[in-house]
């Protein structure tokens, strides 16, 4: 895994500090709590995060943003397309309909047996 190697590369001990002081508790966009609080008065609603990258780093990441506490589930993947992650999730909750909401979109419904909607929030290209 690269992620330890970096870790020791730049010497760094304790990876949950460093990156408490470096500033990723205030990572999240100012909506994303609210937006999973709000899904959370609806218990039928199941929320997943599914992320990609050092499954260590996304697990830590989470868990110091707290996002972890308003989920159902955190899924870490290394796989870019996301789709064969998405049709797990769906197997394991089998949900009439199933929203996705991703920065990175590289999936388009005609990838699933079942209906999902897909939203595309990347930000940086939002920003004027």
Known sequence: ???PKLLEEYGITNPREFFINAGLPNQLYDDVAPFFIKLREY???KTTILTTGDEDFQHLKVDITGVDKLVDEVFVTRKRNKAENIREI???YQPEH???IDDHINITPADFDTPITIYDMNRARTKE
């Open 1 to 3: 895994m690269v992620y």
């Open 43 to 45: 218990p039928e609603i």
């Open 90 to 92: 769906i197997q394991k």
């Open 98 to 100: 199933t929203i996705f």
